[in-house]
């Protein structure tokens, strides 16, 4: 069966610290991975998805990046974070775009 | 992604049934009709998926409209775990090339009350 991993659980990171969140799949070949970040009280924000290794699409700017060094590993990162980058972080994915999501339980992110 | 439009926040009664609507009205003719759920803190969960004809599973019901440009989720007997956000978006198969990203709206959040 398929599984999805995400850690950490919760971060606490201080204002200019680097960030990586590691999100890996088993079970499954060549998925379609997403970040999403959900700020508190707020919906679900796409901020990266991949179809492929080395392929990701950023929907929006801002100060995070993505890579997928491997078919089913996806890592969300970035160089300084800054407070406003504070939320929960969520990694899913789907096998076709007309299949369902899994996601995995989320990172909270908490930058001070 | 078609857009969709969802109240934000619904209140239901422990043991009634939670009607949950959404509307897609530009939907198109292969897009699906999807339906998760988000639990506080916790990562979304697919509920149920349909194109044109009612649905049905051990969590919910879905109804489609014939013009297929809303869509309503019927939790049967709604209890206190049911309270969560819940998101509706229309997705097209895997032919659509750039269809790949999967967005959410702000979803209703829905509270059973005891």
């Known amino acids: 069966s398929q599984t999805i991993h995400q850690w950490p659980a919760t971060l606490v990171q201080p204002v200019g610290s680097p960030l990586s969140l590691e999100c890996t799949v088993e079970g499954t070949s060549n998925p379609n991975l997403y970040w999403y970040r959900q700020a508190a009280g707020r919906g679900l924000q796409l901020l990266f998805y991949?179809?492929?290794?080395?392929?990701i699409s950023s929907e929006v700017p801002q100060n995070l990046s993505a890579s997928r060094p491997q078919d089913r590993q996806f890592i969300l990162s970035s160089k300084k974070l800054l407070l406003s980058d504070s939320g929960f972080y969520l990694c899913?994915?789907?096998?076709?775009?007309?299949?369902?999501?899994?996601f995995g339980q989320g990172t909270r992110l908490t930058v001070v | 992604d078609a857009k969709t439009t969802q109240p934000p926040s619904m209140d239901c009664a422990e043991g009634r049934a939670a009607n949950l609507p959404c509307n897609h009205s530009t939907i198109s003719g292969n897009e699906y009709v999807y339906w998760y759920r988000q639990i506080h803190s916790q990562g979304p969960q697919y509920i149920i998926h349909?194109?044109?004809n009612n649905e049905t599973n051990e969590m919910a019901s879905l109804i489609i409209t014939e013009d297929r440009k809303s869509s309503t989720l019927i939790l049967p007997h709604a209890t206190l775990r049911d309270t969560a956000v819940y998101y509706c978006?229309?997705?097209?198969?895997?032919?659509?090339?750039?269809?790949?990203?999967?967005?959410f709206g702000t979803g209703t959040r829905l509270t059973i009350i005891p």
């Open positions: 349909g194109l044109k």
């Open positions: 899913a994915w789907n096998i076709r775009t007309d299949t369902e999501a899994f």
């Open positions: 978006i229309v997705r097209a198969p895997a032919a659509n090339f750039g269809n790949e990203k999967l967005t």
């Open positions: 991949s179809v492929g290794i080395g392929q």
